[in-house]
């Protein structure tokens, strides 16, 4: 968990009550790794949260490959809560976005969190 914790907090993301098994994790051949992204549950949802791609190898696919596993493993509604500039992205996996006021119970914390520190965020959803 040391390497996965230093990769999100190198994109300053939700590093809360991180657990193992939610993780879907992109390694190098020299087991390095790459990437990282979670399925973090909640009682009536799942939250994708914690996504971080290593610099020197974003843009190569290794986000898209990591949503499309975490995406496999839970076919509910599923949140997140992401910046401006990767909106985009997360449209290619049918996640739309939502007003602010639609943020559900139990990631109304984070959004005002992190929405503190960053200013503008996004609520999307799918399913």
């Known amino acids: 968990m040391p390497e996965i914790d230093e990769l999100i907090a190198a994109v300053d993301g939700d590093r809360a009550d991180l657990g ?14 790459l990437g990282c992204g979670r399925l973090r549950p909640y009682p009536e949802f799942c939250e ?8 020197d190898v974003r843009a190569n696919g290794i986000g898209r490959a990591i949503v499309s596993r975490l995406l496999e493993q839970y076919s509910g509604t599923i949140y997140l809560i992401c910046e401006d500039e990767v909106v985009e992205f997360f449209r290619r996996f049918d996640f739309r976005l939502l007003p602010a006021s639609d943020v559900p119970d139990g990631l109304d914390t984070k959004w005002d969190y992190f929405r503190s520190l960053a200013g503008s965020m996004n609520l999307m959803t799918r399913g």
């Open 20 to 33: 193992t098994e939610q993780f879907v994790v992109a390694k190098s051949e020299d087991a390095r790794i």
């Open 48 to 55: 994708i949260a914690s996504m971080a791609v290593a610099e």
